[in-house]
């Protein structure tokens, strides 16, 4: 019997794992005595053997499924199987280190990984330390949550040149995700920023580059990164859209945060691009585009620092400065754009674009248009269909992997293949919108499994594959494994004041288990 208590709250008071959600009473409530018994009981078996099901990634998506798993299949076993040597993916390298309450769901998950009948596998990246084909062999199901590892690019010249950055690697480096330990971003070139996206991660960075370097101080961001925020010439910040305010995709969260600022200024909006009637609004445009009209709470007499949402412009090309042997950023030519038919207020409202052309001279720029998923190696084997222009693996909505077939209304679902989170839908939404997504998956292989669908062929899954990749001589991490890394990095934070230091090389993690 697995052990997880059953705990989901939704609703005005948050949801569960995030940061303003609850277990019940506080804590998982497990029964007194040697066994730990759990006090429900799933009653959804199947020929009285247990269910095993491999889930590929540790963010929240990997976590919610198991968890959903856990608690409505009776005996399921679940083996997650990890990259990095260490867990939670996305909530650890991509929420903004100033957002510590929304990391919270780590410590949910934590629950969730100390049942007995969960398995943490780090270090081990699926396709290359073991192939997909195995997984096939030792397990009744397999869920496909391993994210987005690569962002989206606007496909416009001189996008390569010095001083352009992706978002997700600003993200990742400031975050510590080994990837990116390298990156080592020019804040000191430009005292303008140009942040071209305007959504939540795209007011991720324009906040991290605005704040008092100071009140980061505490938090976990690497040492590395508030050294060069300590650095930076940035005093203003320019986001960009293609669109108006009225089709942005940051949260009011977001914004608020940025408008509260201490000394730093808010560039006020064409009134024109605005509503009229804003009471008429639905509710949520209703008090974000009031907070927009509001502005900051900063004054430009008072500012040292200010930013700006510029709007109906799109980058035509990144120029270079004149002379330079290393190709640098210069400026953004954009080209300015109009709405198209219908309503320009309407959220869905769409643009084309003129011949007018707007500059922005600046030596620094960041990219943040949105993330995207790759295929796995191996995928084409087993019949799994990647869709390379979406960014997802095709699937019926509800998470089941479809056949890839031209002909939609034939499509069927391949048995024991699932997929949750961005690599299911796309990379968007929130935590909680993850949370929502990955129990619908954990909802559909429940009740396959109930309804006696055909799956894969079962077996004894790690139990069986630790054998096999041992011989390959790849190195695995367990949770024990992953808590002794945690201690460390703890440790290493309480002696500069911080939640924790960040190991940023696999080969540091790996360190503190020799």
């Known amino acids: 019997m697995n052990r997880i208590y059953a705990a989901f709250w939704s609703g005005k008071h948050g949801i569960w794992g995030c940061s303003s959600g609850i277990w019940r009473g506080g804590r998982p409530r497990w029964r007194e005595g040697a066994t730990r018994q759990r006090r429900w009981q799933s009653q959804v078996v199947r020929d009285g053997r247990p269910f095993r099901m491999a889930v590929l990634g540790s963010g929240p998506a990997g976590f919610y499924t198991a968890y959903k798993v856990m608690q409505g299949i009776d005996n399921a076993t679940i083996d997650m199987y990890e990259q990095l040597p260490v867990p939670f993916g996305l909530v650890r390298y991509g929420v903004a280190p100033d957002h510590p309450e929304v990391k919270n769901c780590q410590d949910k998950f934590t629950e969730v990984a100390s049942s007995p009948d969960f398995t943490f596998i780090g270090n081990i990246k699926v396709g290359h330390d073991v192939s997909l084909r195995s997984l096939t062999d030792h397990y009744d199901a397999i869920v496909f949550a391993y994210g987005a590892s690569k962002d989206r690019k606007l496909g416009v010249s001189g996008e390569e040149l ?8 600003f993200v990742g480096w400031y975050n510590g995700l080994p990837e990116f330990f390298n990156l080592a971003p020019r804040l000191d070139l430009s005292d303008t920023a140009v942040v071209i996206g ?47 305010p009225m089709q942005v995709s940051f949260t009011i969260k977001e914004v608020r945060e940025l408008m509260k600022l201490p000394s730093v200024a808010f560039e006020p909006i064409d009134r024109n691009l605005i509503p009229r009637n804003i009471p008429s609004l639905p509710r949520t445009a209703k008090r974000l585009t009031k907070l927009l009209m509001e502005g900051s709470t900063c004054d430009f007499a008072h500012a040292e620092k200010s930013w700006a949402l510029d709007f109906l412009l799109s980058p035509v090309r990144f ?19 109009k709405f198209i038919g219908g309503d320009p207020f309407d959220s869905a409202a769409r643009v084309e674009i003129n011949t ?4 922005i001279p600046t030596s620094l720029a960041f990219r943040s248009i949105g993330y ?35 002909e939609v209304q034939v499509q069927k679902p391949l048995p024991g293949m699932y997929c949750a989170g961005w690599v299911k839908r796309g990379p968007a939404g929130v935590i909680a919108n993850t949370m929502e997504d990955s129990f619908s998956t954990a909802e559909a292989i429940i009740a396959d499994w109930k309804d006696k669908a055909p799956f894969l062929g079962g077996g004894n899954g790690w139990e069986t594959l630790k054998g096999e990749i041992g011989v390959k001589g790849a190195r695995t991490v367990s949770w024990e494994d992953w808590l002794s890394i945690n201690a460390a990095e703890k440790s290493r934070g309480k002696a500069v004041g911080k939640e924790r230091e960040k190991f940023t090389s696999p080969h540091d993690m790996l360190n503190v288990l020799d």
């Open 372 to 406: 995207q998923s790759e295929a796995l190696p191996g995928m084409n084997e087993l019949g799994i269909h990647f869709d390379t222009k979406l960014g997802i693996i095709t699937n019926d909505y509800y998470g089941r992997l479809l056949s890839p077939t031209q």
């Open 198 to 244: 305007q959504g939540n991660v795209a007011l991720d960075v324009s906040r991290v580059l605005l704040k008092d370097v100071d009140s980061l101080r505490t938090t976990d961001m690497t040492d590395q990164a508030l050294a060069a925020l300590a650095k930076s010439k940035v005093k203003r910040v320019r986001v960009v859209g293609r669109r108006g």
């Open 319 to 337: 120029r270079p400065a004149s002379g330079t042997t290393l190709s640098q950023l210069e400026s953004i030519e954009f080209a300015r754009t």
């Open 356 to 359: 007018d052309l707007h500059s």
């Open 162 to 169: 010095n001083g352009i950055y992706s978002a997700r690697d």
